[in-house]
């Protein structure tokens, strides 16, 4: 997909940092360019599963795009559930892993966003073909 996507943390309704430990653990056997300077790194799946583009300037977010394959919709699902993050699409969108972790965003994203539960790589990428 070309269109970029968010995966931020929120507690308590406020922007949380996210562990970029965790990021790099999730992220780095995936990695097959890297660029220090502007944050960017390429990933890619094994056995064909896909490839993306991310943007990780610090700990406030990553951005994520030219993004597909079932391998790499995976790994975004993994990374969400071990940041206990959440993907933010364009067009007032937000995906959370568990139903639980509606409680941890924004008040405006809770009430005027559409928030859908989507645990799996594949149900991740239905929520998009959606929005």
């Not at 079932?70 to 993050?85: F, H, T, W, Y």
């Not at 933010?88 to 972790?101: H, K, Q």
């Amino acid at each position: 997909m070309s269109y970029d996507v968010f995966v931020l943390r929120f507690e308590k309704g406020e922007p949380a940092p996210l562990d970029s430990r965790t990021v790099q653990e999730v992220l780095g056997p995936y990695v097959t360019a890297r660029d220090p300077g502007t944050g960017f790194l390429r990933i890619a799946a094994k056995n064909g599963g896909g490839e993306a583009d991310l943007y990780i300037k610090d700990e406030s977010g990553v951005a994520i795009n030219h993004f597909g394959g079932n391998g790499i919709m995976n790994l975004i699902s993994d990374m969400l559930r071990r940041l206990e993050a959440v993907l933010v699409l364009p067009a007032g969108t937000v995906i959370v892993d568990r139903d639980e972790d509606r409680r941890h965003l924004p008040l405006a994203m809770r009430n005027e966003w559409s928030v859908i539960v989507a645990p799996t790589g594949e149900e991740i990428t239905r929520a998009i073909r959606a929005s």
